[in-house]
């Protein structure tokens, strides 16, 4: 028998949501299987700075400020509110 599975519960945006039933029908497997595949090849897809001395450090700082220069000047953070995410978007927003 595998490793024992433990629950998660999980909040998506709709998209991600139709996305992750979209792939699960055709592969004919389950939401969690789709999941668990994605957490998996996760750690391939996204490189993070390295976390270790000085050069760590250095690597860190340019990380936050290439992350702030790529949203600067558009607006401010999005705030939203666990109701928000269950709500249909209003029209023309």
Do not use: C
């Not at 433990?6 to 999941?35: D, F, H, T």
């Not at 390295?50 to 700082?61: F, T």
């Amino acid at each position: 028998m595998g490793d024992m599975m433990v629950r998660k519960q999980i909040y998506l945006p709709r998209k991600q949501n139709q996305k992750i039933k979209r792939l699960a029908k055709q592969r004919g497997i389950s939401e969690a299987e789709v999941i668990r595949i994605a957490v998996e090849r996760e750690p391939e897809l996204i490189t993070y700075p390295v976390r270790d001395g000085e050069a760590g450090w250095e690597q860190i700082q340019r990380f936050i400020k290439e992350r702030r220069a790529a949203y600067a000047g558009k607006g401010k953070p999005v705030q939203w509110n666990r109701q928000e995410l269950y709500e249909e978007p209003e029209a023309g927003k």
